[in-house]
Every structure is written in C-alpha cells, then in structure tokens.
C-alpha cells in the first residue's frame, strides 16, 4: 500500500515541529509521498523538499488556505503545486493574509485581556518564532500564562469560531481562491469536510466552485463519516484524498504519514499529483 499524508504543518504556521522534522517523521513512518500545507504560507516547502530528498520521500507543495462562503461561513482549502511551479499570484494573496493575521492576532489579544485573560503580544510572536502568528498561538501563550491548563481548553473557552475572543478573518471566496489555486497550475481539495456544520452543503459548494479533491480519509473520522465522504466524492466527481492535519499540538495526535487510504485511491491521487506542470 502506498501511504500518502497530503495535510501537514510545521513551525512556518501553527505546528510545533520544523519542516524536517515533519518529512523525517513521515519517511520513518511509511510514507511515499507527503505535501507540507502550513496556513497561508508556502515558506517551509523548500526545506521539506530538501528534506525529503535526503530521506527518500517526494515532497509536494502545499498550502492551507482560509475562503469564505456566504452561507457556510469559513471554509478551508488546500492547494498542491508541482516543483518549480512559478506561484507569484499565489504568493502575493497569501502575503496579504499573512499580514491580516498579524492584525487579526493583535485584535484577538485585546479581546482577551477585556475578557480577564491579558497576554504580552511579544508572548505570542515568541510562541511563533517567526511564523505567521495564528490562534493556536495564542492558545499556547494563554496556557504559558495560567489562564488555562490546555490548548484545548483556550478553544473551548475563547477562540472557537464562535468564542468570546473570536476575530473574523477577511478572506477570498470560495470560487475566487479555488481559481488561483487552478491558474498557478494547482489542485485543489476541501479539508476536512467533517469538521464543518454542514459537510454535505460545503462539499457540494466546493465541487460547485470547480474543485478537485476531497479530504475524505482525515484523522479520526469514523467509518461511516469516511463511507458518507467517499458517496459524496463519486456524486460529485471529486477525488478522494488524505491527511493527518498533523500540527503537534496535542498529545496522542495522530503523527504524520499514518492515515491508512485504499490502494486503488492512493495510487490515482499520487499519479495524479506526480503529473502536476510547474
């Protein structure tokens, strides 16, 4: 069986581990083919390719982007990209994102401090070292300073979607990012479909916006979530793909390159991704 392990972030986002770290990981457990996806940033790529030569595993560029849909709220989207592949379009709209989480980041941290839960911003940015500075962040920060005993519970307490310290992102739609994705020469695919209020209604609004893909072997998902994924998938002409989600969060995450895909899938979707033109 060919492994592949298609959603994966390092410290160039919001995981904890470097990118080597993550391609070695992946390598020691069994996987072929692997694409680093941090949020909004294509920065760890080279490294993860690099490494991936040294380790004997191919490496496709990745990225996990934030849209917007009017009736689903947010959504995200992940992009795959051959080497070489010239991205300057892709590259722009995400450095615009980079620096509206910067924004959004500061404005999150007010809110918690109006909320009895004050941070040092420069708590954060050192968290990240460097990184585009996200929520989960802000969540170890929150941990750092005693004001919860989890990353998790910083979730459940303040910065869910609907939380008391929540700041709304300003994103691309659906349509329009699922376009730059395919004009750079990309495919596409919706992550974690499982994850959203309603996965049937965000599936078919991405298939309707002309994706390619869908996350169906994800995580945890139990066998009738991926049954459901894999009915959807052939209604709507989408393509199954897979992913940890890895980010070394949590204890007893599941660790890069150990989502298990059927043969006949895995061996489509890498084909699929070795023919992609830079």
Known sequence: MARLDLHLHSTCSDGTKPPEWVVRQAAANG????????HDTLAGVEDAQSAGQRCGI????????????????ELHVLGYFAPGAALDELEQQLRAYQDERETRARRTVERLSQLGAPLDYET???IADGASVGRPHIARALVEAGHVESVQEA???FLRNDGPAFVPRTLLSLSDSVDMIHRNGGFSSLAHPTRYGDPLAATAAFAAAGGNGLEIYYRNDSPDEIANGEQQAQRLGLIPTVGSD????????????????????????????KDLSP
Do not use: C, K, N
């Not at 191919?58 to 709220?73: A, N, Q, S, Y």
């Open 31 to 38: 996987a072929e083919l692997i694409a680093l996806t941090d």
């Open 58 to 73: 191919e490496v496709v560029g990745g990225v996990e982007i934030g849209v917007h849909d009017p009736d689903l709220g």
């Open 124 to 126: 954060v940015t050192r």
């Open 155 to 157: 979730f459940d307490r």
């Open 246 to 273: 890895f980010h070394g969060l949590h204890p007893g995450e599941l660790q890069p390159g150990t989502i298990p895909m059927p043969d006949h899938q895995s061996a489509r979707l890498m084909q699929l991704l």
